[in-house]
């Protein structure tokens, strides 16, 4: 038998209505008055065919297709910036015993429940148990990372010959806070001058410096032995996310000597703990701002 819908008189899907009993007026005004089954909630409906079909008004498509707001808030909602994500929580939705707060800081992300589970304290027959909650409604805080974060990230994960590895470094300097920028350039220099050279051996000296031994082949120094230096070491500054402050990053140099030819890289150390330190800053403020309490781990699913 072909599906027809309920009879739904205009006046209810012009936004004005505000109440089940709204809703069951307008009806009735259109001379298809309902039947009640329960109050507020179950009526049996007249369809266009002259059938009549149940209409459930604790169903969320029921209540969009008669004009009523829906029964609860629901949905989930994405923020990028710390303040929104807070702003959000104290003043677009009261905060209530309902509302949890989990961090994951695997994958960067802060997981607000605004209607969790509580605790009932109200009734007496069943103090201390546990009211459940939809868990429909969620905002989500999700930190994004720098763009300098992430292009040294990237930079890190491979070896580079010398150009490439001076140019970089050469692009970044605003990022680097030790050696100062005069030393960084010499270093840069060096090893843009020391490019296409035969490398070989590398000496570590006393102060953690590498000092790599080479000849040059295609110019008036050909065949003298010459030396290039570079830092155990060296120490940038920078911010993991968006918004957030930055940390000192230490980044160590690593080199590979492979038929004469030596290539570089850096590897920054602990990257993982900064990124979960980062985070663990943004919680001691939304907990301050929400006073609510940050869980670590993963939240339940909706019921």
């Not at 205009?10 to 505000?18: E, K, Q």
């Not at 009549?52 to 009523?68: H, I, N, P, Y």
């Not at 050909?222 to 920078?238: D, E, F, H, R, V």
Request: proline share 6%.
């Amino acid at each position: 038998m072909a599906h027809s819908d309920p009879i739904v008189p205009a006046a209810l899907t012009n936004g004005g209505l505000r109440t089940e009993a709204d809703a069951v007026a307008a009806i009735a005004q259109a001379a298809v008055m309902p039947l009640e089954v329960e109050p507020g909630k179950i009526y049996w409906a007249h369809t266009g065919n002259g059938s009549m079909e149940v209409l459930d008004l604790t169903r969320a498509r029921s209540r969009f297709d008669v004009g009523l707001p829906p029964l609860m808030s629901a949905g989930t909602f994405r923020f990028h910036q710390l303040e929104g994500f807070i702003d959000y929580i104290v003043n677009h939705f009261h905060r209530g015993p309902r509302a949890e707060l989990w961090a994951d800081c695997n994958k960067h992300t802060i997981t607000a429940v605004l209607d969790g589970h509580q605790r009932n304290d109200h009734d007496p027959l069943n103090v201390g148990m546990q009211e459940p909650g939809w868990g429909v409604h969620r905002a989500i805080l999700e930190f994004q990372l720098t763009a300098a974060w992430s292009e040294w990230s990237e930079f890190c994960k491979k070896n580079h010959p010398q150009d490439e590895f001076a140019d970089f470094l050469e692009d970044h300097l605003s990022d680097i806070v030790e050696p100062d920028a005069a030393d960084l350039l010499e270093i840069a220099s060096s090893l843009s001058v020391a490019s296409g050279v035969k490398f070989q051996q590398a000496l570590r000296l006393a102060s953690g410096e590498v000092s790599f031994q080479y000849t040059e082949e295609h110019n008036a120094s050909a065949g003298m032995q010459n030396q290039l230096k570079i830092p155990k070491s060296i120490t940038l500054a920078l911010a993991p996310f968006e918004g957030s402050d930055p940390f000192k990053v230490p980044a160590r140099f690593r080199y590979l000597l492979r038929d004469q030819k030596l290539t570089l890289r850096l590897l920054l150390d602990r990257p993982d703990q900064i990124l979960r330190s980062s985070i663990n800053d943004a919680i001691i403020v939304i907990e301050e701002q929400t006073d609510l309490i940050v869980y670590h781990g993963i939240p339940a699913g909706p019921l």
